[in-house]
C-alpha cells in the first residue's frame, strides 16, 4: 500500500516552495543524494547546481543557503517518522507494547513503502543519522527556535513523551527520556557502523547507511 503525502513545511525555510515544480524536486531530490554520498560540509550550491544543469543562482531562487535545505528535508522525515509511529501504534491498546514499537522503529524498522516521497526515504534517512545533529548544534539555534523550525521533531518527541506518560503518568521525564530515544537510536547506528568501539550494537547496518 502506498499513500501520496504532503507534509507541510515551514515556509520560513524555503524561497520557493520546492515541491511545487519539477526543477524544486529535482533539488531535494539531488541535494540528498549529494550530501549522503559526500557530506553535508562538502556539499555546495554549486555542486548542485552543475550535477542537474542548472544555475546556481537557479537553486538560490529556491533556498536561502544549504543549512535551510537540509532543515527543509530533515522536517520532511520527522513528519514522516512522527505518521508512521503513530500508523504502528494506532491498534494498540498497551502502553508498554506502544513504547516496545517506538524502539523498534527507531532502531531500525521504519517501513518506507506507505507514501510517495519527494526523494528517497531510506538515503534520507541515513542522512538523518549521519547529519542531523548539524541542523541545531549551532550558534543561531535559538534564532532558529523562535520562528519554530524545529516544530516537527518536537511534536516527534512531545508524541513519545505522551506514550511514556501513559505508561507511567509519575515518571517526572518523560520529555527527556523521548528525546534521548530518538537521539540514543541514531547515534549508536552512526556508532555501529563507523565507530564501533562505542557501541554494542553490532548487527549488520544496511548498506544505504554508507557513504559511496
Not at 43 to 53: G, P, R, S, V, W
Not at 74 to 84: A, D, R, T
Request: glycine fraction near 4%; charged fraction near 25%; proline fraction near 4%.
Amino acid at each position: 500500500m502506498e499513500i501520496k503525502l504532503s507534509f507541510r513545511v515551514n515556509p520560513k525555510l524555503y524561497l520557493k516552495d520546492p515541491e511545487s515544480s519539477e526543477l524544486g524536486g529535482q533539488i531535494l531530490a539531488k541535494s540528498i543524494d549529494m550530501i549522503h554520498q559526500i557530506g553535508f560540509e562538502h556539499f555546495t550550491f554549486k555542486k548542485l547546481a552543475t550535477e542537474i544543469q542548472t544555475t546556481e543562482a537557479t537553486v538560490y531562487r529556491y533556498f536561502e543557503n544549504k543549512h535551510k535545505l537540509l532543515l527543509y528535508a530533515l522536517n520532511w522525515y520527522w513528519g514522516y517518522l512522527e505518521f508512521y509511529l503513530e500508523y504502528r501504534i494506532s491498534p494498540m491498546a498497551d502502553p508498554a507494547g506502544k513504547i516496545r514499537e517506538v524502539i523498534r522503529v527507531l532502531t531500525g524498522e521504519v517501513g518506507f513503502d506507505l507514501v510517495k516521497a519527494p526523494f528517497e526515504l531510506k538515503v534520507l534517512n541515513a542522512i538523518v543519522i549521519s547529519e542531523s545533529s548539524k541542523v541545531y548544534l549551532l550558534k543561531e539555534v535559538s534564532e532558529i527556535n523562535k520562528v519554530q523550525l524545529y516544530k516537527p521533531y518536537k511534536d516527534l518527541c512531545a508524541m513519545i513523551s505522551s506514550i511514556v506518560t501513559e505508561y507511567n503518568g509519575q515518571y517526572p521525564f518523560p520529555k527527556s527520556l523521548a528525546s534521548t530515544l530518538v537521539e540514543t537510536a541514531h547515534t549508536h547506528q552512526y556508532f555501529a557502523q563507523n565507530l564501533k568501539g562505542l557501541t554494542n550494537v553490532q548487527d549488520q547496518i544496511p548498506e544505504v547507511y554508507t557513504r559511496a
